[in-house]
Each structure stands twice: as C-alpha cells, then as structure tokens.
C-alpha cells in the first residue's frame, strides 16, 4: 500500500463519525502505529494530504496540530513536520523506595542529570508546609534534569530542610547516596501521581511538544523517626513511563467477593 491508497477516503472517511480532522488525525496516528508511516520519515506536505483525502488544508493543518501535541509529530522550521522517533518506555515501580539513578542503574541504564538549580533560598509556603519549617528558614532546593542515555525523561524539584542537607552542592548523582552518607537515608514515602500537560519551559527540557502528555508526580518522605527528609516535585515525560505497583490482597479481604 502506498500513501495515497493509505490516505483515499474511501478506507477511513465516516460523515456521521464527527469532525473531519479528527477521523484524519486517528487516520494518520494508525499509520504511526502500525509502522505503516515510519519513525524519523516526513508526512506528506499539507497540500499534498489535501489533496489526497480530498479535504481542506485547514482540516489537515488541525489534525497535523493535533499530532504535534501529543508528541507524535515534530515540525521542524522550513522542513516540514516528521513522525516522531519511537520513544522506548521505561518501567518504574511504585512498590520500592529507590533514587532514579538506583533505579535506572538496575536496567543498566546510563543516567546523567543537567543542573538548573543548586543552592539555598528561602523557603515557599508550600515548602514551608511539606518541610515543617519556620518561615525565616532557609531550604536546599536541587532542580535538574534527568536523562537516560542522553535522552531527557523527567524534570526533579527537590526541597530538603538544611538540617537534611546544608550543603546542596555536595550532590553531585544520586540525592539518596548523599542522604545514605550523612545518615539521612529515608524508609518510606507518600506519593501522589496526576496527569498534566507540559507547559513551554518543561516541554523544552524535555525535547516534546508544549502541551504533550505528562506525569506529575509528588513525593514526600520520611526518616523511620517521623521527620520529614525531601519533598520532591517531578514531571515525567508521558511518552516513556510507565510506573507498575504490585497489589496483594489482604488476609481480611480472602474469600470475599468483589
């Protein structure tokens, strides 16, 4: 099959199944799919979709846009719009408490991060809060990039009380090795996961389109005592995680039915 039989209206135009460009946006995300329009390949140019589906070059730059989004099509300045490289997935779990360098490291995954901030401030309200600080505290806030073999997987805003870490420039790799060593090692958390779509400044750490699907996740952990160690802020790109929990049913619950 070539492009044009792929695209002839015939196989995927439905009056009564709505909005042309979206029916023209699933068209074209299933050649994605399928490996039929190929990683790194340019689409056709707008005019020539047009022509081919038989529709308005409005309707083709909606769709195309609509791709862009959600982060499988690049536009690239003068050259046109491409399938966006096949992004493999990581899994991560829920289930253990571990750095993402340990993590990655267990996959034998390179990891590497690009600082964006390293040092002491005042605190905000929400840090303030999540920390137990005073108000005319300082905080040690890290805020980095998280890459994988070279290639940007999340955004980590981590906020720790100076009696935690005085000094945040002693981290260079892993937040937990530092802790390890200065005996502030963390045993559990508490962590909340939304969705969120990428604003302009993460987007563009993360090498996406602004407005691409994210992961927003919000960690808060503990020493065995009670006291709080971190309360991290992470935005991970949707496109290459997955995070898995194990579910064990309880002794209570045997037996009953769902």
Request: a neutral charge; charged letters at 25%; glycine letters at 8%.
């Amino acid at each position: 099959m070539n492009i044009a039989e792929f695209l002839s209206p015939a196989l995927w135009l439905n009056p009564a199944a709505g909005p042309l460009y979206v029916q023209l946006r699933k068209r074209l995300e299933s050649g994605i799919d399928s490996g039929f329009l190929a990683p790194d390949t340019p689409l056709p140019p707008e005019r020539e979709i047009a022509a081919l589906t038989d529709t308005s070059r409005v309707t083709v730059r909606k769709a195309i846009a609509d791709l862009v989004g959600k982060g499988i099509v690049v536009q690239k300045q003068g050259s046109g719009s491409y399938i966006a490289p096949r992004q493999s997935r990581v899994q991560q779990s829920l289930s253990r408490l571990t750095s993402f360098t340990e993590d990655m490291a267990r996959r034998g995954l390179t990891t590497e991060s690009r600082w964006l901030e390293r040092g002491l401030f005042l605190p905000t309200p929400e840090e303030v809060m999540a920390l137990g600080l005073a108000a005319q505290d300082r905080v040690a806030r890290l805020e980095r990039v998280r890459t994988i073999d070279g290639q940007p997987m999340a955004i980590e805003r981590a906020s720790l009380s100076t009696a935690i870490l005085p000094d945040p420039t002693s981290v260079e790799r892993s937040l937990y090795a530092t802790l390890t060593a200065r005996g502030h090692r963390p045993v559990r958390a508490v962590q909340r996961i939304s969705a969120a779509n990428l604003g302009k400044r993460d987007a563009e750490l993360l090498h996406v389109a602004m407005g691409a699907a994210g992961l927003r996740i919000e960690r808060i952990s503990y020493l065995a005592s009670g006291a709080v160690v971190e309360f991290t802020r992470s935005l991970y790109r949707g496109d290459a995680y997955d995070f898995a929990a194990e579910l064990q049913i309880g002794p209570e619950d045997e037996g009953q039915s769902t």
